[in-house]
């Protein structure tokens, strides 16, 4: 099984400053790697997808980058509505797996 | 618009069975393959089942093989997830997710969710 490892747990940021968030695979995923925003109470929702292309409608401050096992997703100004908990989760190997999350909020 | 509607959660004793639905509305639903993807209360978020467009392709977390069945209704844009023999660690709130349509297994619509709850 790929483990994904996120980091931090919980990031706090500052509105309008850059967010980085982490996400790292036990094993390559070349670029098969999507991001997923979940705000309390609400499903999650995609962000990114082959590690690097925005999802329909997601605003330009979200990006992503990396391949094969190192993978970071960037808001580069934070919003208050930003504050969510943020997974990635791959999809070159079976299972499928999740990361573990890290939590965004305000500083 | 892209609607998944999960139904079907509840309070369940361990040892019995319940059938999870989700109904699709505003696309081809017989076009996507679609997957059930848990989370526990205050956890991380688990892939547990994926169907195949036609239904002839099934595959399972080994967490929960031989217990839950993934299934689905191209006449009726209905998805379903039959869970046998339910434990406590079964407890979450259970999502239905469309793959993408180019068939990469990211999700690009996620329903509501239905909570599930196995207790005594």
């Known amino acids: 099984e790929t483990v994904m490892t996120q980091s931090p747990a919980t990031l706090s940021v500052s509105p309008g400053e850059r967010a980085t968030l982490s996400c790292r695979a036990s094993?390559?995923?070349?670029?098969?790697l999507a991001w997923y925003q979940q705000k309390p109470g609400q499903a999650p929702r995609l962000l990114i997808y082959?590690?690097?292309t925005r999802a329909t409608g997601i605003p330009a401050r979200f990006s992503g980058s990396g391949s094969g096992t190192d993978f970071t997703l960037t808001i580069s100004s934070l919003q208050s509505e930003d504050i969510a908990v943020y997974y990635c989760?791959?999809?070159?190997?079976?299972?499928?797996?999740f990361g573990g999350g890290t939590k965004v909020e305000i500083k | 618009q892209v609607q998944l509607v999960e139904s079907g959660g509840g309070v369940v004793q361990p040892g019995r069975s319940l059938r999870l639905s989700c109904g699709a509305t505003?696309?081809?639903?017989?076009?996507?393959?679609f997957v059930w993807v848990r989370q526990a209360p205050g956890k991380g978020l688990e892939w547990v089942a994926i169907i195949s467009k036609d239904g002839s392709h099934k595959y399972y977390a080994d967490s929960v093989k031989g217990r839950l069945t993934i299934s689905r209704d191209n006449s009726r844009n209905t998805l379903y997830l039959q869970v046998n023999s339910l434990r406590v660690e079964d407890t979450a709130v259970y999502f239905c997710a469309r793959e993408d349509r180019d068939g990469y297994e990211f999700f690009d619509y996620w329903g509501q969710g239905t909570l599930v709850t196995v207790s005594s």
């Open positions: 094993q390559t995923v070349a670029s098969s």
């Open positions: 989760q791959q999809y070159q190997n079976w299972p499928l797996t």
């Open positions: 082959g590690a690097s």
């Open positions: 505003g696309f081809s639903f017989s076009a996507y393959s």
